[in-house]
């Protein structure tokens, strides 16, 4: 191994560390807690190493919200390419997203945090590229209505609203999980989830 790679595993292990200790400190204490300080302290590196590789704390926030999304996209991507009918897939696509809410709540808060108020924290640049990635969750979701439309399974002019319709929609029923012992104590969540997108899926029939 030449010098050169070395020093480029060492950057990246180094830029590793540093987003692991930035994902520990937003998942337990918030963005408030998330500062270049206590980044810099629990990564054991100097706030000047840290400014080595970033520019700001946006930059940082920014590189884990993609770090989330890809691991929606991949999950939704997933789901989708076991085959079967269209109706299907969006099935499976929309209990991945309820499997990903789940299995990893952090990611899932921060990120909705920055869809509805992205300003508090990201620059337009920033923004740009945390969008790009959640239009990935939209395309993958239209590719299927089109493909449904195609095969004449579907009805619709418009698949990409109804992919907006159909990923806020979730977002929606997801959310409602925090009443499940109040609004929600006469009937079962995961029930009302599956309710809602078998309702949105006949909506295309």
């Given at each position: 191994m030449g010098?050169?790679?070395r020093?480029?595993?060492e950057?990246?292990?180094?830029?590793?560390?540093?987003?692991?200790?930035a994902?520990?400190?937003?998942?337990?204490k918030?963005?408030?807690g998330?500062t270049i300080?206590q980044?810099?302290k629990?990564?054991?590196?100097?706030?000047?190493t840290?400014y080595?590789?970033?520019?700001?704390?946006?930059?940082?926030?920014?590189?884990?919200s993609?770090?989330?999304f890809?691991?929606?996209v991949?999950a939704?991507?997933?789901?989708?390419?076991?085959?079967g009918?269209?109706?299907?897939?969006?099935?499976?696509a929309?209990?991945?997203?309820?499997?990903?809410?789940t299995?990893?709540?952090?990611?899932?808060?921060?990120l909705?945090?920055?869809?509805?108020?992205?300003?508090t924290?990201?620059?337009?640049a920033?923004?740009k590229?945390?969008?790009?990635?959640?239009?990935?969750i939209?395309?993958a979701?239209?590719?299927v209505?089109?493909?449904?439309?195609?095969a004449g399974?579907f009805r619709?002019?418009?698949?990409?609203?109804f992919?907006?319709?159909?990923?806020?929609?979730?977002?929606?029923i997801?959310h409602l999980?925090?009443?499940?012992?109040?609004l929600?104590s006469?009937?079962?969540?995961?029930?009302?989830?599956?309710h809602?997108?078998?309702?949105?899926?006949r909506?295309?029939?």
């Amino acid at each position: 191994m030449g010098v050169a790679e070395r020093r480029e595993r060492e950057r990246a292990r180094r830029k590793s560390q540093i987003l692991g200790a930035a994902r520990t400190l937003l998942f337990s204490k918030g963005l408030n807690g998330a500062t270049i300080g206590q980044i810099a302290k629990l990564a054991e590196v100097s706030v000047a190493t840290i400014y080595s590789y970033y520019k700001n704390r946006a930059e940082i926030i920014a590189d884990l919200s993609e770090e989330g999304f890809g691991l929606i996209v991949f999950a939704i991507e997933e789901a989708i390419s076991s085959g079967g009918p269209p109706d299907e897939k969006l099935q499976r696509a929309a209990m991945a997203y309820l499997a990903f809410s789940t299995d990893h709540k952090e990611y899932f808060s921060v990120l909705n945090h920055f869809l509805t108020t992205p300003k508090t924290v990201l620059e337009p640049a920033l923004r740009k590229r945390t969008h790009r990635q959640a239009e990935k969750i939209l395309q993958a979701v239209e590719a299927v209505v089109e493909e449904g439309v195609n095969a004449g399974i579907f009805r619709t002019d418009h698949p990409r609203r109804f992919a907006l319709m159909f990923w806020g929609s979730l977002n929606g029923i997801i959310h409602l999980k925090k009443f499940k012992g109040t609004l929600l104590s006469k009937n079962d969540y995961t029930a009302l989830y599956r309710h809602t997108v078998s309702c949105m899926i006949r909506s295309l029939q």
